[in-house]
T-cell receptor, first 110, second 114 residues
Framework: DAKTTQPNSMESNEEEPVHLPCNHS???????IHWYRQLPSQGPEYVIH???SNVNNRMASLAIAEDRKSSTLILHRATLRDAAVYYC???????????FGKGTSLLVTP | SQTIHQWPATLVQPVGSPLSLECTVE??????LYWYRQAAGRGLQLLFY??????ISSEVPQNLSASRPQDRQFILSSKKLLLSDSGFYLC?????????????FGSGTQLSVL
């Protein structure tokens, strides 16, 4: 399975934008890029996913590099409730389940 | 709407005791079901997944087993717990396969083996 690389942790001030990077240099043409986040003591929740084009939803935006070897999850205005571990994962056609790494732990300070 | 129930929320068990964690999904039929484990300070590790009743795939050989006796019920078991079985166990479901699959997680069980 193609793997992703994310920084272990990032910090942001409240009400500022946050850009969470993810590298996936071995991505294949059919891999979708998925983002999940996990709040403390909870199960992960789906955030957003995309294939080639940038995507927006009510939670976040996903910017995908033209060569698809990296992507960035954008939280437009961080709140304290956005403090969580953010996982970037590739979903291929080769298997049913998604494998998660350690993700990026986002700290939001007031 | 679909919901996933996982219990208990916390569990403290002695080494060598058996384990049974249950997960049920409502509001959907024939879901794919998954068990993940998250050890302290580590990422989510896929343990088992099931695409149908009685069909279980194991990702990591270990002290645990899984069963799917009904379409929307998934059970994680152990005959004898080890200290290394401690962790946060998460059940999840999805209904699509392939690249567009989305997972929906339960609230998890924090297992402490002492």
């Amino acid at each position: 399975d193609a793997k992703t690389t994310q920084p272990n942790s990032m910090e942001s001030n409240e009400e500022e934008p946050v850009h969470l990077p993810c590298n996936h240099s071995t991505i294949s043409g059919t891999d979708y890029i998925h983002w999940y986040r996990q709040l403390p003591s909870q199960g992960p929740e789906y955030v957003i996913h995309g294939l080639t084009s940038n995507v927006n939803n009510r939670m976040a935006s996903l910017a995908i590099a033209e060569d698809r070897k990296s992507s960035t999850l954008i939280l437009h205005r961080a709140t304290l409730r956005d403090a969580a571990v953010y996982y970037c994962i590739l979903n291929s056609n080769s298997g049913y389940a998604l494998n998660f790494g350690k993700g990026t732990s986002l700290l939001v300070t007031p | 709407s679909q919901t996933i129930h996982q219990w208990p929320a916390t569990l403290v068990q002695p080494v060598g005791s058996p384990l049974s964690l249950e997960c049920t999904v409502e509001g959907t039929s024939n879901p794919n079901l998954y068990w993940y484990r998250q050890a302290a300070g580590r990422g989510l590790q896929l343990l088992f997944y099931s695409v149908g009743i009685g069909q279980i795939s194991s990702e990591v050989p270990q002290n645990l087993s899984a069963s799917r006796p009904q379409d929307r019920q998934f059970i994680l078991s152990s005959k004898k717990l080890l200290l290394s079985d401690s962790g946060f166990y998460l059940c999840a479901w999805s209904v699509t396969t392939g690249s567009n699959e989305k997972l929906f997680f339960g609230s998890g069980t924090q297992l402490s083996v002492l």
